[in-house]
């Protein structure tokens, strides 16, 4: 089973995974990679508004491949 690795990519830098995880493919790994964006995303959002988060997907063969949420927050004035 291939190993992929999630590197995040916040306002702190990059954070390169040295470790990994076995998936089937990187069907898979997007999938997984998806749902830990969206927790990071939720936990940042609560801690410190942060906005920018991103994971990059590594694996040596069908890699690699980007996921990014940006949300930006604008006041308008009435």
């Not at 390169?16 to 998806?34: N, Q, S, W």
């Not at 991103?54 to 006041?75: C, K, Y």
């Amino acid at each position: 089973m291939p190993r992929y690795y999630f590197d995040v990519h916040d306002r702190q830098g990059v954070h390169r995974d040295e470790v990994g995880l076995d998936f089937p493919d990187m069907d898979a790994a997007i999938l997984e990679a998806r749902r830990a964006l969206a927790d990071m995303t939720r936990e940042s959002l609560v801690i410190d508004g942060a906005t920018d988060l991103s994971i990059l997907i590594r694996d040596g063969d069908e890699g690699p491949v980007n996921l990014a949420v940006t949300m930006t927050t604008e006041r308008l004035d009435e």
